[in-house]
DNA sequence: CTGAAAGCGCTAACAA
DNA sequence: TTGTTAGCGCTTTCAG
């Protein structure tokens, strides 16, 4: 250890007390003399205090620090969630702290249960699929929480998220305002609530066009293996379906890989066919300039999220779970 | 608060003591009957009891925590990077904490201080340009901290690197082996010392091979809107060397937006020049499959960190720093 | 085999 | 205007 506060305390013959009272800034408050204040202030500096924020927290039963846990820290939209998160957090003087679960549910659980013991004041979630004793946990002991991007619709927690049905729709719609009459789906991860959203709302938008549904356009990729799962759903799906016009991903990293499979294949795709993406990532705007893509707000849900947490961990008692859902924009 | 150690012990009528040394696994050890260490253990996790982490730490004087500080986590080398830490972290028993200080100096020298006041038990910190005070407050305090990616060679400290120079070096070679000539060199925050190293590097190969460099083949873009400034250097450049046949990019987001340079223009760039790039990021590959790539050892790195850096805590008094230069692979 | 009690560094009521 | 003191929840030495 270093310096502490005693070691000031007792170089200035003065209490822990003044001292601490003091360098938490309730000095002229507590009504102290001009004179001890700075005094304190300087030797402080001087001699290299700085305050034990373990010490700190356990005393007054607060560590000013908030955790995000998301399924891929190496996935752009999380990455970029976490600096939204961290920005608004910092603005509210608070710390964040960011995890990865790597899509564990498990993992998840025991990342939840770790921070919690860390005494974080409160947490930011993208849930994982599976997951659901930590959260149900959570709530029974009225811990403090917010989902982020994913929810649960059957559980009343607070959460952030956007509109996928409609923004689906809406992306999709205009893909056949373009002239697009066989316009494919491909979607992953099918059991997330999300996805199946962004699904529906394919559906919906071609059925409000009058085309109706062909399940032949739909393509499920699982997950674990996509990289080589989407070259062979696509074979497939030219095979079945020569006539397709258009795609819509469900997200972002389908997208990427089959522009990775048109070009391995030297298909001028540019040309031959329209694109829709659920959010976006890098390089996409390079490969396929004329996507369409959902904008999604995540300074906004970070921001959201963040005060709505903080909101929670305020009240505690008397508040109510709050969900918001967010718009999406179209570019 | 939820149930504490005390209210288990209470309620098996208990100490707290006894009931703490068998939670810790300390049970046989200490010689507890077979029926108290299975009675306390079950009625705490019947009771729900976990430990306030803050407490302990503060008790045992030491957290288990480790933090990594990247310049930014969005950056996919350094998500990948904080991956690699956190996987090596837990292996070991650490907790990790990842913060981004956004390339800002004094944001990160905040953040150094933040994560000591919070005692985490060491740092593992790639630098941003500028930064030192903080660092060197760390050194003369022996406080343990391991650089990554980026060092002082004038400074005496942990550091994990890789060879800049040589693998540099050996990768434009490669460029010249396969019949270019004309190797154009684009790069960025020449600042950093690794970026002048890479520079280095690309200098020798052509000396080596009897090319000698040509500044006019030179490009440096400027960090903060490279996104622009490298299409003006990349005019600047065809228009005074109209031969140029190959490229060296000092990092890989210079070579993205290379890429969108080419494909903006409408340029048939796959068959007109080769290139090479220090590390990779997302769609490159599916971009320029042809380009040469240091392929970094980011898990090595990773694991090397966290562990020099836990030798370097357990032993505190009589560690002495240490450097490591790992290889790249090229691919 | 188990318990009492001191202490980790800081805060905050209560005194003076 | 400043000091005393009792915690915060846990670990660990020393006694029994």
């Given at each position: 250890m270093g310096v502490l506060l005693k070691d000031v305390a007792k170089a200035l013959n003065l209490s822990k007390a003044t001292v601490s009272w003091i360098l938490s800034g309730k000095g002229e408050e507590k009504g102290f003399s001009e004179a001890t204040i700075k005094l304190v202030k300087e030797s402080a500096a001087r001699m290299g205090y700085s305050p034990n924020l373990l010490a700190r927290s356990l005393s007054v039963g607060s560590t000013k620090i908030i955790a995000l846990i998301v399924?891929?820290?190496?996935d752009t939209f999380y990455s970029q969630m976490a600096q939204a998160v961290e920005k608004q957090a910092q603005k509210r003087g608070y710390t964040l702290i960011i995890s990865s679960s790597e899509s564990n549910a498990d993992k998840e659980s025991r990342l939840i249960r770790a921070l919690r013991d860390q005494q974080v004041d409160g947490l930011i979630v993208a849930p994982s699929k599976g997951e659901f004793s930590a959260i149900s946990d959570m709530m029974k002991e009225r811990y403090p929480f917010v989902l982020i991007d994913r929810y649960y619709p059957e559980l009343e927690t607070n959460y952030v998220i956007v509109n996928n049905e409609a923004s689906s729709r809406e992306i999709v719609s205009r893909l056949v305002g373009a002239g697009c009459r066989r316009v494919a789906l491909l979607t992953t991860d099918t059991q997330l609530l999300v996805m199946e959203r962004r699904a529906q709302g394919y559906r919906e938008a071609l059925e409000r066009a009058g085309i109706g549904v062909d399940p032949a356009l739909c393509v499920e990729v699982k997950r674990a293996n996509y990289a080589e799962a989407i070259a062979g759903g696509l074979d497939a799906l030219f095979e079945r379906c020569p006539d397709v016009d258009g795609f819509f991903f469900s997200t972002h990293y389908l997208a990427l890989e089959t522009m990775r499979y048109f070009i391995d294949r030297g298909i001028d795709y540019r040309s031959g066919f329209r694109f829709a993406c659920f959010h976006t990532t890098t390089a996409l705007d390079i490969l396929a300039p004329e996507m369409l893509v959902t904008l999604m707000p995540i300074d906004e849900m970070g921001a959201c999220a963040v005060d709505m947490l903080l909101e929670n961990i305020r009240n505690k008692e008397e508040f109510r779970p709050q969900g918001i859902v967010l718009d999406n924009r179209i570019g």
């Open positions: 399924p891929a820290i190496d």
